[in-house]
DNA sequence: AAGTCCATAAACAGCT
DNA sequence: AAGCTGTTTATGGACT
């Protein structure tokens, strides 16, 4: 009786379940993209590697600022030290027009709501105060490095006892070096400022990012189009006849969602110029006016401007909205360049990424029938996945080529993404668990992958078995409650941080299962703990002995390991996000370390023992590991409080943290 | 092909 | 009563 609705159900149960378990990965895919924490806010950041690209932008500015001086020369006039600290003007727009001089946004939003100035005459305005500005910009900033220099000069002089020419190179490096941070630190700031003013988004489990090393300034056709989508809201009627060079800011908008166009985003200056608008601007607003409804700004009745999100019935009080909410003033510009910049980052981070795919793809001599890439952030999954894909496939072949694109599954912030899609469920990492098949520790897989496992939602290569042992050995008294495991898992994998109710019954499940794990009645309840020679008991036996499988396993593992670095090494390199966290809030950083250098020590001494040929997956194993080991930091400060973060108390940070996780907050408290 | 491992779903009981 | 915790059973896919 009871049996039978059972088997009622679970058969209701299975129809899903061959969804969701032999193809669950391309639900849960689908499912992942669903939501709006991930994603939604793209990572605004900048790395070390982009410091050319802020030199070029130097330059630029540099020329700009010398047309500017020379104009100034001849009409005999100085700029003004700052914008901010201009008196409110006054003056006539037409004088503005003829003297440059900075106005206020507040003036320029009168001069284009009192709608004096031709459209023309607009810009030319607009043109000159982005030089003005830009110009004192680049003044104060020549400024400071000189001044910069010269006390740097001075303190080496004052330090005097090595007066040796490379002691002064050096310095002078050093100084530049710091002058540099300086800049990128005024910008960090600035972005962080324009985040509490609610300008500028960023996900609370984003790491509060790296630096923005963008020149500030914004450059005149961006005013321009500023100024273009102010006044088209103003005055739907008006064509946009004299665009023909300006760069319409839905263009980059919809370049962030269509990662096609990637023309923009490779040269982060092809704005200046207005080349790269032609297939564009026009074509658009001009859509945007017949169907409204289409506009990038505004979707289900809520406005779209980045941080915004305010309702609006329908189209015409978007459109109010818009234009009273977001004109050009220092908010709407200050959030037009953060977009700018959050989308050149992005698309030079697709590049980039794209063009070591290729490489990757051409190096494996694998044809890939679907030479587009897929965008942003997650293609990092898919480097990953593939990876997995490559070693899990048949460990001593090469990966196969990645299965076409099918079903784009709905990113939220971009287009279809393809190789994240496919490889993710082409690969369905679920159902090969390598460390527990293998013996690869999961510790070190879970170190090296730390960031990307919890910023990513990939599904970790690991039995839930196995991860709960983690969890519980990372513990300092290596015994946690339930609700500690879970929030283990929600804090450490991005995955988990949905579906809670099914991983959450896997996770007790497997509690209950396997003998490996003890329950232990506590005074506040019961705690779980490994029993290690339990745990052991099913592991081990597959692999000793059988050299074949220890050779498949390092070489399997040899594939990912060093393609997870190379993913790393893409992540540093475009200072990824997900990369930064780890100095930020890592409670388990040192017992990883420990526990990889542990696990490292068994695993090397299990194959060491069997393996009799040089398989050609080892090294690059060993070479990994140690690396990825060394290269974390531990930070001092996070030192000795993350440990505590895990102890038994229910109160610790790392719960705050967990609301943030939307699916099903985890509970805090557990009795 | 059979057995094993694992994920998933679900029913259920006890407890708070 | 609802939610959490813990146990158990069933089922199906992947893999050996």
Redesign the pocket.
């Known amino acids: 009786m009871?049996?039978e609705?059972?088997?009622?159900?679970?058969?209701?149960?299975?129809a899903?379940?061959?969804g969701?378990?032999?193809?669950?990965h391309l639900l849960?895919c689908g499912g992942l993209r669903e939501g709006r924490s991930n994603g939604e806010t793209p990572a605004v950041d900048v790395g070390a590697a982009d410091l050319a690209h802020v030199q070029q932008q130097q330059q630029v500015a540099r020329q700009l600022l010398l047309q500017q001086q020379q104009q100034q020369q001849v009409s005999g006039l100085k700029s003004p030290k700052r914008n901010d600290k201009q008196p409110a003007l006054q003056v006539p727009v037409s004088v503005a027009m003829m003297t440059p001089q900075v106005i206020t946004p507040q003036q320029m939003q009168q001069i284009l709501q009192q709608q004096v100035l031709s459209p023309q005459q607009l810009q030319v305005l607009l043109q000159q105060q982005q030089a003005l500005m830009l110009q004192q910009q680049l003044q104060e900033f020549y400024k400071k490095q000189q001044e910069q220099l010269q006390l740097q000069l001075l303190q080496q002089q004052h330090a005097g006892k090595q007066p040796k020419e490379q002691q002064q190179v050096a310095t002078q490096q050093l100084a530049f070096q710091q002058q540099l941070l300086q800049m990128q630190q005024l910008q960090q700031q600035h972005l962080l400022s324009l985040q509490r003013q609610g300008l500028l988004t960023i996900q609370p489990g984003q790491p509060a990012l790296p630096l923005q090393p963008l020149a500030q300034g914004m450059i005149p056709t961006e005013l321009q189009q500023l100024w273009k989508e102010v006044t088209s809201a103003h005055t739907t009627e008006e064509t946009t006849g004299n665009n023909h060079s300006s760069l319409d800011l839905t263009t980059t908008c919809v370049s962030s969602s269509a990662p096609s166009k990637t023309s923009l985003i490779m040269n982060p200056h092809a704005s200046t110029n207005g080349q790269l608008s032609a297939h564009t601007p026009k074509r658009e607003s001009l859509s945007h006016e017949e169907h409204p409804h289409s506009h990038p700004l505004y979707g289900h009745g809520v406005c779209k401007w980045p941080g915004c999100e305010a309702v609006c019935e329908d189209f015409q009080s978007f459109l109010k909205h818009l234009n009273s909410e977001h004109a050009l003033d220092d908010r709407s510009t200050a959030q037009c360049r953060v977009q700018m910049q959050v989308v050149q980052q992005l698309e030079l981070q697709l590049a980039k990424d794209k063009e070591r795919l290729q490489a990757m793809m051409t190096h494996l001599h694998v044809k890939s029938t679907e030479p587009k890439t897929a965008p942003q952030p997650l293609n990092l999954v898919s480097s990953v996945t593939l990876s997995k894909s490559a070693s899990?496939a048949s460990p001593q072949s090469l990966p196969h080529t990645p299965t076409t694109p099918t079903a784009p599954i709905t990113p939220v912030t971009q287009g279809p993404s393809v190789i994240t899609t496919t490889s993710m469920h082409t690969v369905?990492p679920?159902?090969?668990?390598y460390s527990?098949?293998y013996n690869v520790p999961i510790s070190s897989d879970i170190a090296q992958n730390q960031e990307f496992y919890k910023n990513a939602e990939v599904?970790p290569p690991?039995?839930?078995?196995?991860?709960i042992r983690q969890a519980i050995l990372e513990s300092p008294e290596k015994q946690l409650?339930?609700?500690e495991?879970?929030n283990w898992f929600t804090r450490m994998f991005a995955y988990f941080r949905r579906?809670a109710?099914?991983?959450?019954?896997?996770v007790?499940?497997?509690?209950?299962?396997?003998k490996c794990?003890v329950?232990v009645e506590n005074v506040k309840?019961?705690?779980?703990t490994v029993d290690e020679v339990e745990f052991q008991k099913?592991?081990p036996q597959?692999i000793s002995g059988n050299p074949s499988?220890i050779k498949?396993m390092q070489s399997s593992h040899a594939y990912c390991a060093p393609l997870n670095a190379a993913l790393q090494a893409s992540m540093a390199e475009n200072s990824i996000p997900l990369y930064t966290t780890a100095s930020m809030g890592n409670p388990t950083l040192g017992n990883l370390a420990s526990a990889i250098r542990e696990e490292l020590n068994g695993a090397m001494e299990h194959t060491n023992s069997n393996e009799s040929d040089s398989s050609p997956g080892r090294s690059p194993m060993q070479a990994v590991h140690p690396v990825h080991v060394k290269e974390e930091p531990l930070d001092p400060e996070e030192a000795e409080g993350p440990l505590s973060l895990v102890t038994t108390a229910n109160h610790s940070p790392d719960f705050d943290h967990d609301r943030d996780y939307e699916d099903?907050?985890v509970?805090e408290d557990?009795?």
Not at 20 to 24: D, L, Q, T, V, Y
Not at 430 to 433: A, D, G, H, S, T
Not at 462 to 467: I, R, V
């Open positions: 009871m049996q609705s059972g088997t009622e159900t679970k058969s209701n149960g299975s899903i379940q061959n969701s378990s032999g193809g669950n849960e899990e369905g679920i159902r090969r668990r527990d098949k599904r690991f039995t839930y078995a196995s991860l409650t339930l609700n495991i879970y579906n109710a099914t991983w959450k019954n896997a007790r499940h497997n509690l209950s299962l396997h794990f329950r309840g019961a705690v779980w099913r592991r597959k499988l498949n099903e907050p509970n557990m009795e």
